[in-house]
């Protein structure tokens, strides 16, 4: 079974600090993609980044930058000098390759910047 | 830049009655899926459509829902007799494909759906 484990229920850091998302995931699959979703307060759902399970190279956009470890089964990621529009809930998520996509979400990480 | 329309955005029904939401894919997508968010909780997969078919569907999608896509454009979630825990933010998403660079969902903005 596919599983995604955010522990993070909730972090609050005051604007231009760097903060890091965890996400752990479990899957049996050898082919797998890993996502990141924001969503804002007005609720929807914003996709961040995709990353397939063989490409394990991190990637940076902006402030924003990915670390995934296969070795750890993790995909965090950071966001460097946080502004108050970071503000949001971010969902990591897991689906396999062979079928119909179907997204396996984390429980979310309630992130509030403060000015 | 293309994206997913849902109509209503918000809607409030009594326990018991049907309700049906809509959704508008992205044009050349093919692959669209419901998702569901009650209030505070994670995501939930709820059903994937392609082909004019279901593809898969999880065990949250019992025989009270229904999806559809009666013409070219739209794609409808039908909750056949709502209850009172039916009520979540319904997400519509689609994608191009579902393999390789094509596993990209796009979501729309979601309907909130109140059962009352």
């Known amino acids: 079974a596919q599983k995604v484990t955010q522990a993070q229920t909730e972090i609050s850091v005051v604007e231009k600090e760097d903060v890091t998302l965890d996400c752990v995931y479990e899957t049996r699959d050898t082919t797998y993609y890993l996502f990141w979703y924001k969503q804002p307060p007005s609720g929807e759902l914003v996709f961040l980044i995709r990353?397939?399970?063989?490409?394990?190279q991190n990637e940076i956009s902006g402030r924003y930058s990915w670390n995934f470890q296969k070795s750890t089964s993790s995909f965090n990621f950071t966001i460097t000098a946080s502004q108050v529009v970071d503000s949001a809930v971010y969902f990591c998520a897991l689906s396999h390759r062979q079928g119909a996509q179907k997204l396996v979400f984390g429980q979310g990480t309630r992130l509030t910047i403060n000015p | 830049e293309p994206e997913v329309t849902q109509t209503p955005s918000h809607q409030v029904t009594q326990m018991g009655q049907e309700v049906i939401l809509r959704c508008v894919p992205i044009s050349n997508h093919l692959y669209f899926y419901w998702y569901r968010q009650i209030l505070g909780q994670k995501v939930e997969f709820l059903v994937s459509?392609?082909?004019?078919?279901?593809?898969?569907k999880s065990e949250i999608f019992d025989d009270q829902f229904s999806v559809e896509r009666p013409d070219g454009s739209n794609f409808t979630l039908k909750i056949r007799s709502t209850k009172l825990e039916d009520s979540a933010m319904y997400f519509c998403?689609?994608?191009?494909?579902?393999?390789?660079?094509?596993?990209?969902?796009?979501f729309g903005q979601g309907t909130r759906l109140t059962v009352v």
């Open positions: 998403a689609s994608s191009v494909g579902t393999g390789g660079l094509n596993t990209e969902a796009f």
């Open positions: 990353r397939n399970s063989f490409d394990e």
């Open positions: 459509f392609y082909n004019n078919e279901i593809s898969e």
